[in-house]
């Protein structure tokens, strides 16, 4: 059974920097890992993917360039390194894995693990 928990959450100001980390307990078939959010009052949406076995990474259009997603193999975590945080990334964000790869990897429903989220407040 995989087990995902999120952390790395926090307040912090506009500009700034946080790394959120998704410690993964049991094996992830799919080598898959992706990260949502969810802002208050909005929809879960995608922000970026990683399958580490092939190398292969994603990002939504707004987070590329300054969200780096990343595997640490030797500590079985995902690694999500958010810069240049604005407002509106303020959300709850969550990582989530797939138990078999699926092309569509933007869409929250192909997820069967997920973690419990981890929330980003980030002040103007």
């Known amino acids: 059974q995989v087990q995902l928990v999120e952390s790395g959450g926090g307040l912090v100001q506009a500009g700034d920097s946080l790394r959120l980390s998704c410690a993964v307990s049991g094996r992830i078939k799919s080598s898959a890992v992706g990260w949502f959010r969810q802002a208050p009052g909005k929809e879960r949406e995608f922000v970026a993917f990683?399958?580490?076995?092939?190398?292969?990474?994603d990002y939504e259009a707004s987070m590329e360039g300054r969200f780096t997603v990343s595997r640490d193999d030797a500590k079985n975590m995902v690694l999500l390194q958010m810069n240049s945080l604005k407002p509106e990334d303020t959300a709850v964000y969550y990582c989530a894995a797939l138990g078999i790869y699926r092309l569509d990897y933007r869409s929250e429903r192909n997820y069967d693990y997920w973690g419990q989220g981890t929330r980003v407040t980030v002040s103007s």
């Open positions: 990683i399958r580490w076995d092939v190398s292969i990474t």
